[in-house]
């Protein structure tokens, strides 16, 4: 397209013709200079001298109102607006009254280059200006009413424009910061959630590889089982996979309570586990939330406690901020997770996913072992039970 927004630069020559014309299209009203040196019946110097100083004033003119939007540099701004002023007064003094209208482009450069805090100031003076000229060139009182009026307002008006367009750069330039912002939200998500999959998935894949190579010589049959399990954790992993790249997947605590029972199995850890819990009124996100957080504390316990024995609870508690659905997971080992700590990744973004559904986590050593504590918002949700 050929066309400039508001506050976008030319990129190529088309745009930058596009914009010239558009500025170029007020020029018209300097057709009474123009008429003038035509006209007006000046010697040969005279006119060439004016010409020249009218192409010199259209060409700064020209280059102020292209600064619009730029970066204030105040002082280049207001030497070439004295220039101007100065040039505009020498031309009305020595050419005569028609050339007061270049007074009216003063002020207009001035609202578009300036800030308001400047404008306020600069476009009164230049009106000031043309006023005081026009009493002393002959015939210059006549043109008082009709280029005051539109020196003022033109100028003034420029300021609002000036604004528009630095307040529409800075839109543009917020909606970049928070598209990235999003895209670095969003690549952090799916590292959380691909190292939550993966890494039970894994382990459990792990500890069956192991079992099956172990059954292998003596019990072909239950060898075969394991196999097929691997398979069965392998396909289940490639899918949840899928659905977090695709940002469907929300985790279930019920589903992952039946993961958990296979996986610390397998691992040769008693588990003790809650019933099928009723989350009728649970907030999906809260859910969510502590069913990640079963499994991060889960595959810890396989992977990090050497433990024997983990242990399970839901429970619902009333707190000063109103219910709170709390999961625990403890478990009689000698290791914690570890490696786990590891920003961005395991209990670290379990941390900031309970944060998001406003709930909290807690994690350290126990008594006999290792505890991971996570809370979320229970909503209106009756009591869930606890752990077995």
């Known amino acids: 397209m050929s066309g400039v927004g508001i506050g976008q630069r030319p990129e190529n020559r088309r745009q930058q013709a596009v914009k010239v014309m558009w500025t170029a299209i007020w020029l018209a009203y300097l057709g009474a200079p123009v008429s003038d040196l035509l006209h007006g019946g000046h010697a040969v110097g005279v006119q060439i001298l004016g ?5 010199v004033f259209v060409t700064w003119y020209m280059l102020l109102l292209f600064r619009t939007g730029r970066g204030d540099r105040t002082g280049v701004v207001l030497g070439s607006l004295a220039v101007l002023a100065a040039q505009s007064t020498v031309l009305a003094l020595t050419l005569g009254r028609e050339w007061l209208v270049l007074f009216v482009y003063v002020s207009i450069a001035s609202g578009a280059a300036l800030p308001l805090r400047l404008a306020r100031w600069t476009i009164p003076g230049a009106s000031a200006l043309l006023t005081a000229l026009a009493l002393v060139v002959p015939g210059g009182t006549s043109f008082i009413a009709g280029l005051l009026l539109p020196a003022l307002l033109g100028g003034f008006a420029m300021t ?52 099956a190579g172990r059954m292998l010589p003596g019990h072909p049959d239950k060898a075969a089982q394991q196999v097929a399990d691997i398979e069965q954790v392998s396909r289940q992993a490639l899918v949840d996979v899928r659905e977090a790249v695709t940002g469907y997947r929300r985790a279930r605590l019920t589903a992952e309570l039946a993961g958990a029972q296979v996986a610390l ?23 969510s939330a502590l069913a990640w957080a079963l499994r991060e504390a889960v595959t810890n316990v396989v992977r990090h406690s050497g433990a024997r024995r983990c242990t399970v609870e839901l429970l619902t508690r009333h707190t000063l901020d109103g219910r709170v659905l709390e999961l625990s997971v403890e478990d009689n080992g000698s290791g914690g997770p570890g490696p786990a700590q590891a920003p961005g990744n395991g209990l670290t973004g379990l941390a900031e996913r309970l944060e998001k559904a406003g709930g909290e986590l807690e994690s350290g050593r126990a008594r006999h072992g290792f505890r991971l504590v996570a809370r979320v918002p229970a909503g209106a949700v009756a009591d869930v039970g606890s752990g077995a």
């Open 51 to 55: 010409w020249l100083g009218l192409l």
């Open 160 to 211: 609002g424009v000036r604004e528009l367009i630095r307040t529409t750069i800075a839109l543009r330039e917020a909606r970049a910061t928070v598209a990235h912002l999003a895209a670095n939200e969003e690549r952090l998500r799916l590292a959380r959630d691909l190292h939550d999959l993966l890494g039970h998935s894994l382990s459990l894949i792990t500890l069956k590889s192991e079992l």
């Open 265 to 287: 199995t397998a691992a040769g850890v008693v588990p003790e586990l809650p019933a099928e819990p009723d989350l009728t009124g649970v907030p999906e996100e809260s859910e």
